[in-house]
């Protein structure tokens, strides 16, 4: 039997030579939150920060799968290696449901270039946005050019994982009216790059009209001069383009390419992105943090009687919820 | 001068008594974080639990503002004291784009029966849904009969205060094809109660059947004999309703109140109410300690060196995110 120590190296290494397969074991150990799979992005994170990671988010069913598979088709046709990570945070009783969209990503399962990977919520104690942000890291650490992150829906933790990006990509269709109205009322933040998929159909012109109309708006909030958002802001300096694509037979697809690398460049030149990175790597050192004392106040707190006896105390409206949560903070540390 | 404790138990006791001007005061106190406010809801908490408190989910724009004015105008009709909670997730640079919504509200300034307040967002680091139940909390110890709490948007924050709500009802309107997908999807959760607004729409019953359907198929899903959610689930032997409204001249709203009261009978009746907000007040304790735990962290993070060479490491890839974030939490805690 190999060491453990010994094993680990030797996957490392693999896993920085490109191999697909220990790529997959190495993603697994971090989704199982196993000590492994943390001490392998701690030998790998030396050689992470070449990829270029485009952020996908948008409502369900617009297309985001069948876009990143033609996305990918292109990249690879220009010799670029590509990782997927498809993050499905559905609830437990439509598990499978979004199998129809991933099935469109089959026609690179047996490229040896493509690495596909989707990850499921982990339930309400979150770890799944940490667990997420690690497995783009092994990704780029294996070498993946492109590293393309989709998202469905919309909570907090697909937020998070999509902040993590370089480049962040909304897309939606015609008839995504909730979507608009969010970005108009600053609910939802201005992305990189707009795309309006399955572009066929008659209301694209009039979305395109209206996006256009909340963008405007948007810029005229973030003059330069008042720096609302600093140099790392989404808007800026960057006019944020409106792409029409028809993903299902490649229409408009070579044009997200080139608003995709026009970022990548506008970004480098104008060092957004050291800057982005810096602070997304701040934010994520600080989530981790947080994940993990919500964790162990939740396992020191499993089964635990002086826990039950605080929270029936609030149930019969003895003790309020603040007061419980201070006598939790307040005892002493496990050992 | 009069000495803080005495003032705080005065204000509790006009609390109580209903007086608006102390739960104006009081809600304040909460929001800005403010010691004294923490104490109040600890003083008041064993008169709580009396209020029907009704959570209003849904893209911005569909009218969920005029609903809940229209919906206040009956319960006043009949009698009640009503609390409304707006909750206001925009993003800084858009601030004050929904005060449109809450003039809507504007007939209902005058009455003293009804007590209306919003509350902003207050940053990345979360506190807005733990100050926003404690302000419930507030409005229910007012003696408050009906507490109407309305979200907009749709990231983490506001979904925890939604599902605090004795009854959530989702309101939608034709053109809410994104909501719909997400419910498909089953990245939004089954409310109680599906309104949809501006039903004088030619599209409006394609879309009561579209949610027909989504609902059949998430009743199948929620067979008793499974028990995916237990008794406290959504769906189960409650058949959410479809209720057309036209808010603003007042049409469906009679039938959303017949329902809203179905509801809650409903609840009493098979104990889901108790058993709802058991488990709703056990994820308070645990959410106002790790807010707490986030905020103590930052405190101490903020202009500490150590801290900022650790993310200077991480920044050059010399040091992961989650070492640098296990460094943290082996620091000694702060005196």
Chains 1, 2 share one sequence.
Do not use: C
Not at 298 to 313: C, M, N, R, T, Y
């Amino acid at each position: 039997m190999i060491a453990p120590a010994m094993a680990d190296s030797t996957l490392a290494q693999r896993l920085l030579d490109g191999d697909r397969r220990a790529l997959a074991r190495a993603i697994s150990l971090v989704e199982d939150d196993r000590p492994e799979g943390w001490e392998l992005v701690k030998q790998v994170y030396p050689h992470t920060g070449k990829a270029a990671v485009v952020g996908f988010t948008g409502p369900p069913g617009v297309g985001k799968s069948t876009l990143i598979g033609a996305l990918t088709k292109l990249r690879r046709e220009a010799g670029r290696s590509v990782g997927v990570l498809s993050i499905d945070p559905s609830s437990p009783f439509t598990q499978g449901a979004l199998l129809g969209d991933r099935i469109r990503l089959s026609e690179h399962f047996l490229d040896q270039g493509v690495f596909i990977r989707s990850m499921a919520n982990r339930g309400a104690l979150g770890g799944l946005s940490e667990a997420a942000l690690q497995a783009a890291l092994l990704l780029d650490a294996a070498g993946r050019q492109d590293v393309f992150v989709e998202t469905v829906g919309v909570g907090q933790a697909e937020i998070d994982i999509i902040d993590h990006a370089d480049t962040i990509v909304l897309v939606l269709m015609p008839g995504s009216g909730d979507s608009i109205q969010a970005l108009k009322a600053g609910v939802m933040e201005i992305p990189d790059v707009i795309v309006i998929n399955k572009a066929d159909h008659p209301l694209t012109d009039t979305m395109v009209r209206e996006i256009r109309g909340v963008l405007s708006l948007a810029n005229l909030d973030h003059t330069p001069e008042e720096g609302a958002h600093g140099p790392e802001g989404r808007v800026g300096s960057w006019r944020v383009p409106i792409v029409k694509t028809e993903a299902s037979n490649g229409t408009g697809v070579p044009e997200l390419v080139q608003r995709l690398d026009e970022h990548r460049t506008h970004i480098l030149a104008e060092g957004h992105l050291d800057e982005r990175r810096a602070r997304n790597l701040r934010n994520e050192v600080l989530a981790i943090a947080t994940a993990r004392m919500r964790r162990r106040l939740e396992q020191e707190l499993h089964g635990d009687a002086e826990f039950k006896s605080l929270i029936e105390q609030v149930i019969e409206r003895r003790l309020d919820p603040a007061s419980a949560a201070a006598a939790l903070l307040e005892r002493p540390a496990a050992p």
